[in-house]
């Protein structure tokens, strides 16, 4: 069993920073990519920032320039550093993790962790 668990979320002025993290743990053979997604509410889940192969990462255009993903592999921990914030931005946030195992993968999502922007 594998859990993804965020943390960092709350209330943040237009222009405000947040840093969100989710740490895996659990029977991980090997943790793949690693990425943020958001879903505001009357709204699909889309992607906000994740690593794909390797160390690459992909953002959301909405973003770029404003947030940034990183890693800690040792931890198995990825964060989002989110900058600038819109209000429009209020969503929950999830973490999705693709985890290796030693004949098939698998894709793990996190609780969510509530952004919301104040105005």
């Known amino acids: 069993q594998v859990q993804l668990v965020e943390s960092g979320g709350g209330l943040v002025q237009p222009g405000g920073s947040l840093r969100l993290s989710c740490a895996a743990s659990?029977?991980?053979?090997?943790?793949?990519?690693m990425g943020w997604y958001r879903q505001a509410p009357g709204n699909q889940r889309e992607l906000v920032a994740a690593?794909?192969?390797?160390?690459?990462?992909n953002y959301a255009d909405s973003v770029k320039g404003r947030f940034t993903i990183s890693r800690d592999n040792a931890k198995n921990t990825v964060y989002l550093q989110m900058n600038s914030l819109k209000p429009e931005e209020t969503a929950v946030y999830y973490c999705?993790?693709?985890?290796?195992?030693?004949?098939?993968?698998?894709?793990?999502w996190g609780q969510g962790t509530q952004v919301t922007g104040t105005s």
């Open positions: 999705k993790a693709t985890v290796i195992f030693t004949t098939t993968t698998r894709d793990y």
């Open positions: 690593f794909t192969s390797g160390s690459k990462s």
């Open positions: 659990g029977s991980i053979f090997l943790l793949g990519s």
